[in-house]
């Protein structure tokens, strides 16, 4: 599945997930910060940084998180991010 990558809004203007993120969207980095929001193909959520994940930003706008993520919310969808695309 390919994700869409969001532009996350200053800290006035937080994202809403429910509002403005669909099954497959990531947003990120966070007004200049390290935490990244992501949702899986399945709904699920989850918050990344670079603590627990290499985080490559490509020239195209996509993302890649590595290792996979395992998203511990409704269905704990776990895959992968790789280039905004979304795989198992």
């Known amino acids: 599945m390919k994700g869409r990558r969001l532009p996350w809004p200053s800290e006035m203007l937080p994202i809403d997930r ?3 993120m669909r099954p497959g969207d990531y947003a990120g980095p966070w007004n200049g910060h390290d935490l990244w929001l ?6 699920d959520w989850a918050s990344l940084s670079s603590r627990t994940h290499t985080i490559t930003e490509h020239d195209d706008g996509s993302v890649t998180f590595h290792p996979s993520v395992q998203f511990n919310t409704g269905a ?3 895959g992968y991010l790789t280039r905004g695309e979304w795989h198992q």
Do not use: Q, S, Y
């Open 18 to 20: 429910e509002r403005d």
């Open 38 to 43: 992501l949702r899986a193909p399945n709904g």
């Open 76 to 78: 704990h969808w776990h």
